[in-house]
């Protein structure tokens, strides 16, 4: 191959590229807010980003979101484990994260130890694999859901312990257990104000007595249990 040759077939490859990484970002937000700069197409406030492995690559998406930087919000939405892998390869600096929803996909919790460093407010964990024993620290964290994912006792304190200034918090369908709850401390955050809990397996005289103790430890907080007068 000529050496004029070899030049095209490398600007075939980066003008491909940077397509398919404005083609990936341009299908999530205005394009009123983009704007060229230099060599660059630049978004000029934080993206919010939906991806679904059957509308695009993850290493395209990955690397996308790597090269143009701030992403606010990000929606996950049935993504198996080997795409979810090839995407966060590529994607590493995630600190600019305020708002994290995972539905239907594989995440696990390697996945989710790489957003540590970003400053989470709000996270909804929906049918995956995360349990809640590495959440990173999120100090702004105040709503936080997971529902049909196996989140542990331990998985509750750690999370405690991570998100001190929670004011909502919700557990559908998880592993977490009475005596989990009851041990964890969730009670006397002083910033919750609601902590709903279905699908817990446990008789009722023992979520009765849940409930009691909840409002003994913080008469403030509003605890919603799988109870009939509910």
Same mark, same amino acid.
């Given at each position: 191959?000529?050496?004029?040759?070899?030049?095209?077939?490398?600007?075939?490859?980066?003008?491909?590229?940077?397509?398919?990484?404005?083609?990936?970002?341009?299908?999530?937000?205005?394009?009123?807010?983009?704007?060229?700069?230099?060599?660059?197409? &630049?978004?000029?406030?934080?993206?919010?980003?939906?991806?679904?492995? *059957?509308?695009?690559? +993850?290493?395209? #998406? /990955? $690397?996308? %979101?790597?090269?143009?930087?701030?992403?606010?919000?990000?929606?996950?939405?049935?993504?198996?484990?080997?795409?979810?892998?090839?995407?966060?390869?590529?994607?590493?600096?995630?600190?600019? &994260?305020?708002?994290?929803?995972?539905?239907?996909?594989?995440?696990? *919790?390697?996945?989710? +130890?790489?957003? #540590? /460093? $970003?400053? %989470?407010?709000?996270?909804?964990?929906?049918?995956?694999?995360?349990?809640?024993?590495?959440?990173?620290?999120?100090?702004?964290?105040?709503?936080?859901?997971?529902?049909?994912?196996?989140?542990?006792?331990?998985?509750?304190?750690?999370?405690?312990?991570?998100?001190?200034?929670?004011?909502?918090?919700?557990?559908? $369908?998880?592993?977490?257990?009475?005596?989990?709850?009851?041990?964890?401390?969730?009670?006397?955050?002083?910033?919750?104000?609601?902590?709903?809990?279905?699908?817990?397996?446990?008789?009722?005289?023992?979520?009765?007595?849940?409930?009691?103790?909840?409002?003994?430890?913080?008469?403030?907080?509003?605890?919603?249990?799988?109870?009939?007068?509910?």
């Amino acid at each position: 191959m000529s050496w004029l040759g070899l030049l095209l077939a490398l600007a075939t490859v980066w003008v491909a590229v940077r397509w398919t990484h404005f083609g990936v970002l341009s299908g999530n937000g205005d394009k009123d807010l983009w704007s060229h700069e230099g060599d660059s197409w &630049v978004w000029r406030q934080p993206l919010d980003v939906d991806l679904n492995e *059957d509308e695009v690559g +993850a290493v395209s #998406a /990955g $690397a996308a %979101l790597e090269h143009y930087g701030s992403v606010r919000t990000l929606t996950l939405r049935r993504n198996t484990a080997a795409w979810l892998d090839a995407f966060f390869s590529q994607w590493r600096h995630r600190q600019s &994260v305020e708002v994290l929803m995972v539905m239907y996909s594989e995440m696990n *919790d390697a996945h989710l +130890a790489g957003f #540590a /460093g $970003a400053d %989470l407010k709000s996270a909804i964990f929906n049918n995956n694999l995360v349990s809640g024993e590495v959440f990173p620290p999120s100090p702004h964290l105040t709503y936080l859901e997971y529902n049909g994912t196996p989140v542990t006792d331990a998985g509750l304190r750690h999370l405690m312990r991570q998100c001190p200034h929670l004011e909502r918090l919700c557990l559908y $369908a998880t592993g977490v257990t009475v005596a989990g709850v009851r041990a964890s401390g969730v009670f006397k955050m002083p910033a919750l104000k609601r902590l709903e809990i279905h699908g817990m397996q446990a008789p009722e005289v023992e979520l009765r007595a849940l409930k009691k103790n909840a409002a003994e430890a913080n008469p403030a907080l509003h605890l919603y249990l799988d109870l009939p007068d509910e």
